[in-house]
Antibody
Framework: QLQLQESGPGLVKPSETLSLTCTVS??????????WGWIRQPPGKGLEWIGS???????YYNPSLKSRVTISVDTSKNQFSLKLSSVTATDTAVYYC???????????????WGQGTMVTVSS | EIVMTQSPATLSVSPGERATLSCRAS??????LAWYQQKPGQAPRLLIY???TRATGIPARFSGSGSGTEFTLTISSLQSEDFAVYYC??????????FGQGTNLEIK
């Protein structure tokens, strides 16, 4: 079945750029039915949507993060990636990648999630 | 941005009893509402989408109801594995998708 796996550095220095990759296995990222997204969760807190991308490269970002976020897709590697610039301690969180279901019959919730990766911003 | 508010923040219920969790949207989200379960150290798991449709593999004791701005997740007879944090999320008006702050369902 479809699986998502996040990868990237677990420690990033303040003011630098956080970079993570999500590898999709068991299915194609190029399916026309799905968007692919990043969601984060600070320690002990709730969930925050960061942004989503379609296989064609169309992106949607959370306005609160838009100036610092870039999400890209590499269909040849079946991966999509997150870059978050100028990080501070408030960006410390578990970062999840997730698939958004097809936009039919109200199914466009986040139906498959990666296990998450903890990223700490600290010098 | 649509604000999702969940209540209560913490709910204490005994195993075998019914749990009722609430979620309110700051404006109508129609039926574009999902519920997720999250256990410690795990990713969220989709339980309900479209306000009332169980996701694949979700037991029948989980049910969702509501539309517009008021939603409810009901767990009919709590099992030990159901004690977790539950989040609601709207996907009617985006960006951004927004989540509630969560309800911690704990054993009484």
């Amino acid at each position: 079945q479809l699986q998502l796996q996040e990868s990237g550095p677990g420690l990033v220095k303040p003011s630098e750029t956080l970079s993570l990759t999500c590898t999709v296995s068991g299915g194609s990222i190029s399916s026309s039915s799905y968007y692919w997204g990043w969601i984060r969760q600070p320690p002990g807190k709730g969930l925050e949507w960061i942004g989503s991308i379609y296989y064609s490269g169309n992106t949607y970002y959370n306005p609160s993060l838009k100036s610092r976020v870039t999400i890209s897709v590499d269909t040849s590697k079946n991966q999509f990636s997150l870059k978050l610039s100028s990080v501070t301690a408030t960006d410390t969180a578990v970062y999840y990648c997730a698939r958004r279901g097809p936009a039919v019959m109200l199914r466009d919730a986040f139906d498959i999630w990666g296990q998450g990766t903890m990223v700490t911003v600290s010098s | 941005e649509i604000v999702m508010t969940q209540s209560p923040a913490t709910l204490s219920v005994s195993p075998g009893e019914r749990a009722t969790l609430s979620c309110r949207a700051s404006q109508s989200v129609s039926s574009n509402l999902a519920w997720y379960q999250q256990k410690p150290g795990q990713a969220p798991r989709l339980l309900i989408y479209g306000a009332s449709t169980r996701a694949t593999g979700i037991p029948a004791r989980f049910s969702g109801s509501g539309s517009g701005t008021e939603f409810t997740l009901t767990i009919s007879s709590l099992q030990s594995e159901d004690f977790a944090v539950y989040y609601c999320q709207q996907y009617n008006n985006w960006p951004p998708y927004t989540f509630g702050q969560g309800t911690n369902l704990e054993i009484k």
